[in-house]
């Protein structure tokens, strides 16, 4: 079961069921948060030749094996998650991925 979250921008009221920020255009090893927080979704635009990973960990740094919440597919694909993480986000794209992200 998914949780909707309300979020109020201009005086109206947005439910979603996924993220309500998001980032583009991921290349390389990215912090998308650096305090707790939950991953929606993941897109991968750009097919890479390797997989890529979602950590639980406030910095690039931190990313291990211990803390990964989901390998990223090296296929053009849609991944929702919906998972909570209590370090922070970190996103590391395969080689040559390109990866858009939404969370809260």
Known sequence: MTQAYQAVI?????????????????TAATVIKATKGRIAKVIVLVAGSTAGSVNDSATIGGVAASNLVSTIPAAVASISLDFPCANGIVVTPGTGQTLAVSFI
């Open 10 to 26: 201009n005086g109206a009221g947005i439910v979603s069921t996924g993220g309500i920020y998001s980032s583009l255009n991921i």
